[in-house]
């Protein structure tokens, strides 16, 4: 029977037969039963149970195999190996199916205990503790889990010490278990049990099994269970051990967040010592090598050493292993390494980094699919370890979509495998549920979800897990309605997540309001309708300030019943509620329910039960101690610990206190106050009775309780955020104290730019506390901003403001400083320290803490000043005491230091001892900048510094290299890099072309060159968008063209970078200034160019404002295109300006422009001149004036002429109106309109001027320089005297009004011929004028004299003594004077009789020819400015009343009066004295005086007039005044000399056309005034006083001193381009050779000036002197006289013959009255 039954279970093993098993088993249970159908008295063996047992658990027949075993201990079987393998099947049977039957599994160790117990008794029974060892282990598997390990510690450690009694042969088995109980002992926290086992199994394993002693060795040195003694002294004789030695201490120290600062250098020394191990010389040490590389590699990577990695990465490759394996592995660390560079990228979610992620996902999702089919578990583990790394920075909610299958091909394979990796595991279930939620598969999710609840061994997602599972459970039951006021509130939450965008605020609020109702029913709708406004009551009280207050009271009692709806919950499912007022917030706040948001924030919070009961932080204010130092008011909090808070939770609270004050910000700026500001009350738009004053709103209680309100809301908003800092200190988060100090940072960024640190300087310090004891989490950025703004705060109130009026003085030294007070001391050593703190952490000693030059440079800005108000001077090392390593790093602190330095030197605290700035510049050349913007900003602060010490050359290099270098960076920068750089060229340029105005040295090409500057400062503020830079390089280019701009040529040069500015400028000023957000470098007063934007000393006229400058600018092109007679070009120039310009009075000038211009063209101006309805009087006549000089046709003229003559109808405007009767009056005249229509103007203007009343005493008016007029407002009058006054001309009194009259009836004689009726009257009468001008003069000029002696006699007696001298030396000259005068008076032909009075006329034409004005009349008349004198104020042009007095004196002489001209000379005489104060001018007309008294036989007189102009003619003075402005000219009109202004080879220049030239005019000439000085004649005018000197002493036959001035005037109108004044020049030097008899010469001028034109007169006088050269060549020896009427025959050939040179009348622009028109 044994044999059948042995041969059914050898068929059942070996075909895997269940029949055969079942037929052994029933055979054997037959036998037991003693029913065997054999013979019953057989023996029957009881192995055959124990093997029929061991078969059925093989085949996975538990139940046969339990009968089996039963039937087995039931009969009495010999002891045999049996027994043991009879306990192995039992305990196989009863192994447990998961780590939480804790009971199963002690059954089965028993079982396992009692096989080895008897196994190990007996040598040859040995092989089932072995056996024993291996079932156990398989069994044990669940339990390997993390949390379950401590229940193996006792079977395991039992059956490692059988082994070790067995001395069993697999000693790697051994070795193994050995390992394992270890890390059960590790797992447990035994630490010590795990310390006494490593002293018996390491050398055991060393001995034994030297392949895992490494793997012992390592974690002996991770968690320091052997002495470190003997570690090292272990490590020195094997490269491995070394290597494994360093690395795991690495990990040790990590592990307990102390990781030493030479990280990279223990990495690198640990790579050089694993370089040594030479695979191919020994190739047993191969795949050892390999595997340290990949942990050496791996564990560089954690720790973000790249350089380490790659290095690793390389020799790997270089191994050129075959092993399929290694090669994935190797894929998995290159995929590592680029995720790691794509890790900065990845913190700001660039589009490109993103996409480059996913490529990486893709790449190991491929290699997870060969290492599945590969086989190999280690490998499987190392790719879903990876893939799970990388996929973790896309796990937002907007991107962990694309991560669907990559985590679920992990959570698949890890499941396949089993893997221990419980931890990964339940992660990657939660997250792909919260994807298959995502996109709405609910029951996908769900198991998910319990896949994870059943791999979460440690309970570290237990919350969150059940939480996510009753939300996805009544997500699938919406329709039912749950009864948990939990689970309502969760459904609510959920149908509002649901919402779509489209759906409105309204629907989401109201779920959203249903869900805090489910959660707090009784409170939720009292503290959300704190905000509801309809809720407020304001009472009968109507006061400015009442509802605000009545809403900070209602605010403030309903959210104080929150804390009520807490105390009658009690801690009822807390935790739960805990996350659901989170979950609650988050949805408000995403869905913008700003109002639930702050609510459910609020109640969460409360539950936060260890938060601390800080005091309310007053805004800028500091607790310190009694040494001055400042004390954390966060330190030390009074907190109420009721019970221990789990880490998620704690989290929870610190995001919700993070959404709350964020939500709480939102409801200050409803109320437009921003965080921590102050509110500003509302304006007053009430009415209040006369006599009301305003109560101040600090004295208003109402006002009082809004303020304190507002700011308890900021304090509540910073409150939340610093104990979400607090909360990440306590679980040890720095992410969490990371987002707090944003936080901070981002929502008072307004105050820091506003430079108010000082109010947060508490809160700053409390986080930069808690920031040192967690670690910035890998953000030094963050750190030293911090740092700065709290280091700026401490200071920024300690620097004294005067400071900023010495900040434009540069390098000026003081060796003053006043001493700072114990707390400001205190105060900025705290900020010194901060910053060397933030210095030395961030000086490039640690690569992984270096910030951008740009951020540290700021804190070094802070760092420098704070030590300038200590008065402490930084060492020639120019750094704070600890130096880094990195040198690049180093030498650009220096230079920036350096810089620092300088912009805080002169401004009246202690000057630094600075490099010099030559030094600097070779400092910043020789730097390696990280950062082009902050070397392109050194550059421009050098060029600057440069600029303020006035070092051209050194200005100039770094200008040029600044702008090398920013062109470049404009073309490869981004847009707002390219602002930045735009502005700091702008800035380089600006200053470039400033030092070259301040070099010119009269070099005028170099303001050219500076003008270009300019125009570039402009043009690269334009690209920064900046319209202050703009506008402050437009102002620099008007300063630099200014002077130039008199000329057509420089106007014409100045014109396409007119255009381009203009077109900048309009652009600039288009686009919308954005308030700026960057932080300035210097808050403070600075000598750098940050701290002045304006240009030092004034702007030139045009430049004094924005729109003034503009509408100069645009006023320059306009007149750059009239240069060249482009009217049209003009017009659309204008036009531009009207629609850019904003409608101010600075488009009048545009407007002015524009009507002129149409008027020119002939176009409608109708509209245009409607815009100066609202100005006065006279400014509108002289528009219509303009318009009529510039109309083109004569009925435009006519039209314009009478309405600016009726635009003038107020008394005030009478002197204007007759100036332009008198105009229109010659305009008539001159287009040939009737004579009566002249002549009723001119009697017209006379009209006026007698009908004037003007006050003898009032003073006039200043007087306005030529041609132009006082722009006054005065009430309209007519302008027609009455009819039927008789005015006396003794009543007349007014010098001005006789000077009109006489000036209004030379022109009525003159537009009358000599025989007509009232020519001689007129002629007459202008006499009379001008000779009662003499009589008023000198009667209120003897006046004052007579009226100044007593004065002066009674003001002598009361001098001080001390005076006395000076009055002394005073008589003394008064004498000297004296007896100098009467030693003149013999002289004269005739004294005046000793009893006439100053104001007595000569009665005589003798007394008039030899008068001559008292000095004493001459003085007061040239300070006197009253209207009753000949002065400049009453005779306000004075040259052209001399030029009218000139026609008189002819018309006189013509009338045969010579004695009447003498009187009228004589004021000529006085004219040019006193008012042009010109003795050229008073010689003039004493040589007519002189001629006249000759021709009157008044000898003696004729001599004195002769000896008051001397013998020199030509003063060396008016040679000089005439040559310096030819000069000027010249040069005004000579083309700028630069290398662009000259014309390239493919330009053409254009030939003028003949009939664009203009025909020539032939108008008299006169005189003008020196419109610098107001004084004297312009330096032009002198060669025509020289013509009309030489044309008097021709008269007087004087030839030498004729020819003398003459010849001056020729040359002087030669160079000044005048051809008619040349041509008379000419003239007169024709006759004066016909009368030296030198006809041929006479004959050459002639022919030489006639081709150059003149008037009708210069032809005749020319013709007559041609002719008399004629006829005298022709009759040699005898004179010939040529008398005009009738000519003889010669004189009408001559003048048939000259007809064709002089152009007809017809052709002509103006006749012989053009001496009459001139443009005023």
């Not at 300070?1423 to 006189?1452: E, G, M």
Request: hydrophobic share 40%.
């Amino acid at each position: 029977m044994d044999l059948v039954i042995t041969q059914e279970l050898a068929r059942a093993e070996s075909q895997q037969d269940a029949a055969s098993l079942k037929k052994a088993y029933e055979l054997i249970k037959s036998a037991n039963l003693g029913k065997s159908e054999f013979d019953p008295s057989e023996s029957f063996s009881p192995d055959l149970f124990v093997l029929c047992a061991e078969q059925a658990l093989k085949m996975g027949q538990p139940e046969v195999s339990e009968d089996c075993i039963q039937m087995y201990f039931k009969v009495k079987a010999p002891i045999t190996q049996f027994l043991g393998r009879a306990h192995l099947c039992r305990a196989q049977m009863c192994a447990p199916k998961s780590a939480e039957n804790l009971e199963e599994f002690e059954n089965c160790v028993t079982q396992y205990m009692k096989a080895i117990n008897f196994a190990k008794g007996e040598p040859r029974y040995y092989f089932l503790v072995y056996n024993a060892s291996v079932l156990y282990w398989q069994m044990v598997r669940p339990f390997l889990e993390p949390g379950y390990r401590h229940h193996l510690i006792p079977s395991l450690s039992q059956i490692v010490n059988v082994l070790s009694q067995t001395e069993e042969e697999d000693k790697e088995w051994h070795a193994e278990l050995m390992l394992e109980l270890l890390e059960c002992y590790l797992q447990a926290g035994r630490k010590e049990e795990a310390a006494r086992f490593c002293s018996t199994a390491a050398p055991f394993i060393k001995s034994h099994v030297p392949q895992k002693y490494r793997q012992m060795f390592s974690v002996m040195v991770r968690h320091e269970l052997m002495d470190k003694l003997q570690l090292k002294e272990e490590k020195k004789n094997s490269i491995s051990l070394s290597v494994t030695f360093y690395i795991n201490m690495l990990k040790a120290k990590a592990e307990q967040n102390d990781l030493p600062g030479d990280v990279s250098v223990i990495l690198r020394k640990a790579y050089r010592h694993l370089s040594r191990y030479n695979h191919q010389r020994f190739p047993s040490i191969r795949e050892e090598k390999m595997l340290l590389l990949f942990e050496l590699a791996r564990f560089s990577l954690t720790l973000k050493c790249m350089e380490i990695s790659s290095d690793c990465l390389s020799d790997l490759k270089k191994m050129e292993s075959k092993d399929p394996g290694k090669l994935i592995e190797i894929e998995c660390l290159e995929c590592e390494s680029e995720a790691l560079r794509l890790e900065n990228q990845m913190k700001m979610y660039i589009r490109a980094a993103v996409e480059a992620q996913l490529d990486i996902i893709q790449r190991l999702d491929v290699a997870l699919q060969r290492a599945v089919r590969l086989g190999d578990p280690r490998v499987i583990h190392v790719v879903c370890t990876t893939q799970w790394n990388t996929c973790l920075p896309l796990l937002q909610h907007n991107l962990r979509h694309h991560l669907r299958k990559p985590l679920a091909g992990v959570a698949d394979v890890l499941e396949k495998v089993d893997s221990l990796m419980t931890l990964l595991r339940c992660q990657v279930h939660m997250e792909m549920a919260q994807i298959e939620e995502d996109e709405d598969r609910l029951e996908p999710a769900m198991e998910h979800l319990r896949k994870a609840t059943r791999l979460d061994t440690l309970g570290l997602y237990q919350d969150r897990l059940q939480m996510a599972s009753t939300r996805l459970r009544l997500c699938t039951t919406l329709y039912q309605a749950p009864e948990r006021a939990e689970d309502k509130a969760i459904m609510a939450i959920e149908q509002a997540k649901k919402a779509t965008p489209k759906d409105s605020v309204r629907k989401k609020r109201a779920l959203l309001v249903n869900a805090g109702l489910a959660l707090a029913p009784d409170t939720f709708q009292i503290v959300l309708d704190s905000e509801n406004e309809a809720k407020v009551s304001t009472g009968k009280s109507r006061g400015r300030f009442t509802y605000l207050c009545a809403k900070a009271r209602h605010h403030i009692v309903s959210v104080d019943k929150a804390a009520g709806h807490l105390r009658r919950l009690g801690n009822e499912n807390s935790k739960e509620r805990i996350q659901i007022w989170a979950e609650l917030a988050k949805v408000a706040r995403k869905q913008g329910v700003w109002d639930v948001c702050r609510t459910a924030s609020r109640f969460c919070l409360l539950y936060d039960n260890v938060k601390v009961k800080k005091s309310r932080l007053r805004r800028g204010k500091k607790r310190r101690g009694r040494d001055g130092s400042v004390q954390d008011t966060w330190s030390h909090p009074e907190v109420a610990l009721q019970r221990q808070v789990c880490p998620d939770l704690l989290r929870k609270f610190a995001e919700v206190g993070f959404i709350g004050a964020e939500a709480t910000v939102h409801l200050l700026r409803s109320e437009g106050v921003e965080l921590n500001d102050r509110a500003i009350p509302p304006e007053d738009l009430s009415q209040h009775p006369a006599g009301y004053v305003p109560e101040p709103p600090e004295a208003n209680a109402e006002w009082i309780t809004y303020r304190t309100w507002v700011e308890s809301l900021s304090q509540y908003a910073m409150n939340n955020w610093l104990r979400s800092a607090e909360i990440g200190q306590e679980i040890q988060e720095a992410w969490i104290v990371q987002n707090a100090v944003v936080y901070v940072l981002n929502h008072n960024h307004h105050l820091i730019l506003a430079g108010r640190q000082k109010e947060l300087v508490d809160a700053l310090y409390h986080l930069l506390s808690i920031v040192k004891a967690t670690g910035h989490s890998g953000d030094p950025v963050m750190l030293v901003t911090l740092c700065n703004t709290l280091a700026r705060g401490l200071i920024i109130s300690w620097i004294p403001v005067q400071a900023a009026e010495k900040s434009r003085k540069f390098m000026r030294p003081n060796t003053f400083h006043s001493p700072l007070d114990a707390g400001a001391t205190s105060e900025i050593k705290t900020a010194v320290e901060v910053c060397e703190f933030a210095l030395n952490l961030t000086n490039g000693s640690a690569p992984e803490e270096t910030v951008p030059t740009s951020t540290r440079q700021q804190l070094i800005a802070t760092w420098v000043k704070a030590k300038q108000l200590l008065q402490q001077q930084i060492g020639p090392r120019l750094g704070t005491e600890e130096q880094g390593t990195n040198e690049d790093v180093s030498s650009v602190t220096r230079v920036l230091i350096a810089l620092e330095m300088y912009s805080c030197n002169g401004l009246g605290l202690m000057d630094f001892t600075v490099p010099s700035l030559a030094q600097l510049v070779k400092m910043a050349s020789e730097c390696n900048w990280s950062d082009p913007l902050v070397e392109l900003q050194t550059l421009t602060r050098l060029t600057h510094f440069a600029y303020a010490a006035r070092d051209h050359e050194t200005t100039m290099a770094c200008a040029h290299r600044a702008v090398e270098m920013g062109i470049k960076y404009l073309k490869i920068f981004g847009p707002e890099e390219s602002r930045l750089v735009a502005e700091m060229l702008c800035t380089a340029t600006g200053i470039q072309g400033r030092s070259i105005m301040e070099n010119l040295k009269g070099r005028k090409q170099l303001r050219l060159v500076a003008a270009k500057a300019f125009t570039e400062s402009a043009r690269f503020g334009g690209i920064a968008g900046s319209s202050t830079l703009v506008m402050l390089a437009a102002r620099h280019y008007w300063n630099a063209w200014l002077p130039l701009l008199s000329s057509a040529v420089y106007r014409k040069k100045a014109k396409g970078a007119l255009k381009r500015i203009i077109g900048i400028i309009n652009k600039t000023e288009a686009r919308k200034q954005e308030k700026e957000k960057t932080l300035l470098l210097h808050q403070w007063p600075t000598a750098d160019f940050q701290g002045g934007g304006t240009t030092e000393g004034y702007f030139l006229p045009g430049a004094e404002d924005d729109l003034t400058l503009r509408a100069a600018l645009y006023g320059l092109l306009f007149h750059s295109h009239a240069d060249q007679d482009d009217w049209e070009g003009g017009l659309k120039v204008l036009d531009e300006a009207v629609q850019v310009l904003p409608r101010t009075a600075h488009r009048l000038l545009i407007f002015k422009h524009m009507v002129i211009v149409k008027a020119k063209l002939g176009q409608n101006f109708s509209m245009e001149i409607q815009k100066f309805k609202a100005e006065s009087e006279d400014y509108l006549a002289r528009m219509w004036h303009r318009l009529a000089l510039n109309s083109p046709s004569v009925s435009g003229e006519l039209a314009c002429y009478n309405s600016a003559i009726q635009a003038l109808q107020k008394p005030e405007t009478e002197w204007q109106k007759v100036e332009y009767l008198m105009e229109f009056g010659q305009w008539l005249h001159h287009r040939h309109f009737p004579l009566e229509d002249v002549v009723f103007h001119l009697r017209w203007a006379v009209e006026i001027l007698l009908a004037m009343k003007l006050p003898s005493d009032a003073p006039e008016a200043e007087p306005t320089p030529d041609g132009e007029y006082m722009a006054m407002q005065m009430p309209p009058q007519s302008s027609v005297s009455e009819a039927g006054e008789v005015v006396s001309l003794e009543q007349l009194r007014s010098v001005r009004q006789l000077e009109a009259l006489a000036r209004v009836h030379i022109l009525l004689a003159l537009v009358l011929s000599p025989g007509a009726e009232g020519y001689e009257d007129c002629c007459l009468a202008a006499y009379a004028f001008f000779r009662h001008i003499w009589q008023v003069s000198l009667m209120t000029a003897g006046k004052s004299v007579l009226e100044s002696r007593p004065l002066a006699a009674t003001s002598s007696h009361l001098l001080l003594p001390k005076k006395e001298k000076e009055n002394e030396r005073s008589k003394e000259k008064e004498k000297e004077k004296g007896k100098e005068e009467k030693a003149k008076e013999p002289k004269q032909c005739q004294s005046p009789a000793p009893n006439k009075q100053l104001e007595d006329l000569p009665t005589s034409i003798e007394e008039w020819a030899s008068y001559s004005c008292p000095e004493e009349v001459l003085s007061v008349l040239k300070q006197d400015r009253s209207d009753s004198t000949v002065n400049p104020s009453s005779i306000q042009k004075p040259t052209y009343s001399l030029y009218f007095l000139d026609h008189l004196v002819k018309a006189l002489q013509k009338m045969c009066l010579h004695e009447l001209t003498v009187p009228i000379l004589q004021l000529g005489v006085l004219i040019s004295d006193s008012v042009v104060g010109s003795k050229g001018l008073a010689d003039l007309y004493h040589l007519r005086l002189a001629h006249v008294c000759s021709e009157l036989k008044l000898s003696e007189a004729a001599a004195h007039h002769e000896e008051a102009v001397g013998q020199v003619y030509v003063s060396e003075l008016e040679q000089a005044s005439c040559r310096k402005d030819i000069a000027l000219k010249k040069e005004k009109n000579k083309e700028p000399l630069l290398e662009e202004s000259l014309p390239t080879l493919s330009e053409q220049t254009l030939p003028i056309r003949p009939g664009e030239i203009k025909p020539l005019e032939a108008k008299d000439k006169i005189l003008k005034m020196n419109g610098e000085t107001g004084r004297g004649l312009d330096g032009t005018s002198f060669p025509l006083l020289w013509m009309l000197k030489a044309e008097v002493l021709l008269e007087m036959n004087l030839y030498q001193p004729a020819r003398l001035l003459l010849s001056e005037a020729h040359l002087a109108f030669q160079e000044l381009d005048e051809p008619c004044a040349e041509a008379q020049c000419l003239l007169l030097l024709a006759q004066l050779a016909n009368k030296e008899k030198n006809y041929g010469q006479a004959k050459k001028m002639i022919a030489q000036a006639q081709p150059l034109g003149g008037s009708e007169e210069f032809w005749y006088n020319s013709t007559l002197t041609l002719a008399e050269a004629l006829l005298s060549m022709e009759h040699p020896g005898r004179e010939a006289t040529v008398h005009p009427y009738p000519p003889p025959p010669i004189l009408r050939c001559v003048t048939y013959f000259r007809s064709s040179s002089m152009p007809s009348r017809s052709s002509r622009k103006k006749d012989q009255t053009d001496c009459l028109y001139w443009n005023s």
